[in-house]
């Protein structure tokens, strides 16, 4: 037997879920793709952070289809190459996104003190979708489409009532926590889903666990908490994504300008910026190559208040980077440790929240 689940997925900031012309268009593969993404949080949360990734990917292939287990059998004990998905979804409209190419909005600039001009808020986050062409005075998408603010489409779920429990919890941690498409970790593609997943009491709490302890493993299974509680901080609401998406673009430049470069393009060693990122225009590390991936810990999200006006909450979920960057745990705990010193200053305007 299979539950049906029905949701209406709303956004709250631009999204650029590319289609095959790199043009917007509602598509169900980003969805599954952040439910799979927040169902191992959840597998984490379940299995107390003690996770053996072999158990965990092999649940997730037997569930939500694979072509690469090596050990997987049908009833009869004959060995099985690929499974089709357990987990069904469809969407109500298949259209591409109503925010076009020529009515992309003017976003306000931000100072930036490592270059001699201000920069728009929306090419400092979302640049890639976002571009500024040659000659041009304000940036514009880099494809056709994106979908609006607002844009709403019904998504429908089936899968096995034997894992309802979880999946469930994975659907209320994308409403809390999900951003789908390019530049998601900026707060692009910030959606909700309603009505609101229910779950457990349990399944309403953030899976916390000590951002010390996440470092044990190299890939995001947790949301990090120190001393002073849940390592999560939202803005003060805003009536305007597009002023909202100023305020992020502040908060990330501060941040990262925040650890200033002892070298150059080239370098023999990273620095403590490189932990935040990688890569880092003109400063590249040698050993890390330029084509090596590091994708930012902390990440946005734009949520809508019961009074309906917009906040950014930013959320960090710790982990080692991978053996590539042969990682110096001592150098990340203290760069981290200064970034969530950053965003409890007083000057960044923001506070802790539980969730």
């Not at 940036?139 to 309802?164: D, F, R, W």
Request: glycine residues 6%; aromatic residues 10%; positive net charge.
């Amino acid at each position: 037997m299979h539950t049906i689940r029905k949701h209406r997925v709303q956004f709250n900031t631009p999204a650029f879920l590319g289609n095959a012309e790199q043009n917007a268009q509602w598509r169900t593969p980003p969805f599954k793709a952040q439910l799979r993404q927040w169902w191992r949080v959840a597998y984490a949360a379940d299995h107390k952070f003690n996770v053996q990734l072999a158990d965990m990917r092999r649940e997730e292939g037997l569930l939500f289809g694979h072509a690469w287990l090596e050990n997987d059998r049908d009833e009869k004990g004959n060995k099985v190459a690929a499974r089709s998905s357990q987990v069904r979804l469809r969407l109500s409209r298949w259209e591409e996104g109503g925010l076009k190419k020529n009515q992309w909005p003017r976003l306000a600039s931000v100072r930036h003190p490592e270059v001699p001009q201000q920069v728009a808020s929306d090419l400092y986050l979302g640049y890639g979708p976002v571009t500024l062409p040659r000659g041009a005075q304000q940036p514009t998408l880099k494809s056709n489409a994106a979908i609006q603010p607002g844009e709403e489409a019904e998504l429908l779920l089936a899968y096995p009532e034997s894992v309802i429990q979880r999946l469930d919890r994975a659907l209320w941690l994308m409403h809390q926590y999900g951003t789908a498409g390019g530049r998601s970790r900026n707060g692009w593609g910030s959606y909700e889903l309603a009505p609101v997943p229910i779950v457990t009491e349990q399944g309403t709490k953030a899976p916390l666990r000590n951002w010390r302890e996440c470092l044990a493993l190299d890939w995001p299974h947790a949301i990090g908490q120190d001393e002073q509680g849940a390592l999560i901080w939202q803005t003060t609401p805003h009536d305007d994504w597009k002023v909202l998406m100023k305020t992020l673009a502040i908060i990330k430049i501060g941040l990262r300008t925040h650890f200033r470069f002892a070298t150059g393009d080239g370098a023999y060693q990273p620095d403590a910026r490189h932990w935040l990122s990688y890569p880092v225009t003109r400063h590249s590390v040698q050993p890390w190559g330029n084509n090596a991936r590091l994708p930012n810990q902390l990440r946005f999200k734009v949520r809508r208040n019961s009074d309906g006006k917009l906040i950014g909450v930013i959320f960090h979920m710790p982990h080692l980077p991978p053996p590539a960057f042969n990682p110096d745990r001592q150098a990340i705990v203290a760069v981290w440790t200064q970034v969530h010193r950053f965003l409890d200053n007083p000057a960044q305007q923001l506070k802790r929240i539980a969730e």
